[in-house]
Each structure stands twice: as C-alpha cells, then as structure tokens.
T-cell receptor
C-alpha cells in the first residue's frame, strides 16, 4: 500500500510561533500534495496544495516546502494563532485517489 | 450554497443490522468518495466513484457497499459483515478533468456511527 508518513503526531506551539509539520512519501508517481485542516466534528477543508514542479508555495501565513529528491514536503504556519488549533493532514495523489498521512494535532497556546 | 450534505450526523447500529449513510452534493462534481476516520489515524478510502453507475473499491471495502445511481448521491451501506463499524465516516467529492488528473476534494461534515 502506498504510504504517506506524517510527523509529529501532536504539536504544541505558543501564539506567534512557527508550526512545522512534515510528511514523507514513497511513490514517485505522486504529483499532487494537498494539506487539509480539520476542526473537531467537522470534515477536513483544503488549506493549500502544491505540485512537484515548484519547491515552495505560500498563501498568507501558510507555506508548503517541497523537496522532490528527498520525497518530503512540509507545512509551515507562521505567526501561529489559537484559532489554528486543529488537526492537519498531508496527502498525496498520482491520480483520482488521495493517500492521507496520519494527522497532526496542533495546539496553539495563547 | 453549494456543498456536500451528510446525514444523519449521528447513527447507532444494532448487532446484525445494516445501516445506510447518506451523502448528497450540489457541486456538480463527477467524482465522489467515502472515507473512514478512526481516532489518531488518517483517512482511509472505502469506495470511490468517478462516474454514475460505476464505482471502485478502496483500501478497506470489506463490509461496506455503495451505489451511484445519480450524480448527486453516493450512499454508503455499512453491512453486518463489518465487525468494527464504530468510526467517523466522511464523504467527499471532486471534479475530474481527465483520467488521472488531480482536483481538490471537498468534504462533508461526517456521520459518526456507533454500536448499540
């Protein structure tokens, strides 16, 4: 089974700090890498996504860094806020299916 | 408002009973998906459908069945053969612009299924 490994499992950050979540994949055919944000009792919502032809994508406080040779990508949340406290999932796809990481529970303390 | 509606929000199943989870979308998306989420785990794909009257098994299809008679609807039946059905079930949809293309998946707010 194609896998996406995500770390850490949980993360606690102070308000204003930088949150960093890492993912690694195995299948070199993957060509689409989205990040989803999920609040308790809700479905995941697309946060930001990247394709392997670029090494970085930034949208507001959220940045994806992508390292194709290492088969790794990461999410950086700058100036983290208590409202960012949620579970974050990375995913990867080479077709119509998404393979998800295990998730990271982020807590931003005030 | 366009979106994905899952119902009910909470569902309880008795031993030996089949239950059906509803998923309706008004986004005019061709593809629809069912995922299972367990605590501390990522989303695992149960079934997906890229076109009406066609669907494929995902990674954990055993004990589940689906139908896709209408573009807007993709109900999931959890059968009595699924011995550990307690989980959060998520439905998603996406456009498809061609075989193998990737489009963002949009999720509903889930159904939480528990065993009585």
């Amino acid at each position: 089974q194609q896998q996406v490994k995500q770390s850490p499992q949980s993360l606690i950050v102070q308000k204003g700090g930088i949150s960093i979540i890492n993912c690694a994949y195995e299948n070199t055919a993957f060509d689409y890498f989205p990040w989803y944000q999920q609040f308790p009792g809700k479905g995941p919502a697309l946060l930001i996504a990247i394709r392997p032809d670029v090494s970085e994508k930034k949208e507001g406080r959220f940045t994806i860094s992508f390292n194709k040779s290492a088969k790794q990508f990461s999410l950086h949340i700058m100036d983290s806020q208590p409202g960012d406290s949620a579970t974050y999932f990375c995913a990867a796809s080479g077709g119509s299916r998404l393979t998800f990481g295990e998730g990271t529970q982020l807590t931003v303390n005030p | 408002d366009g979106g994905i509606t899952q119902s009910p929000k909470y569902l309880f199943r008795k031993e030996g009973q089949n239950v059906t989870l509803s998923c309706e979308q008004n986004l005019n998306h061709d593809a629809m998906y069912w995922y299972r989420q367990d605590p501390g785990q990522g989303l695992r794909l149960i079934y997906y459908s890229q076109i009406v009257n066609d669907f494929q098994k995902g990674d954990i299809a055993e004990g589940y069945s689906v139908s896709r008679e209408k573009k807007e609807s993709f109900p999931l039946t959890v059968t009595s053969a699924q011995k550990n059905p307690t989980a959060f079930y998520l439905c998603a949809s996406s456009t498809t612009t061609g075989l193998g293309s990737n489009q963002p998946q949009h999720f509903g707010d889930g159904t939480r299924l528990s065993i009585l």
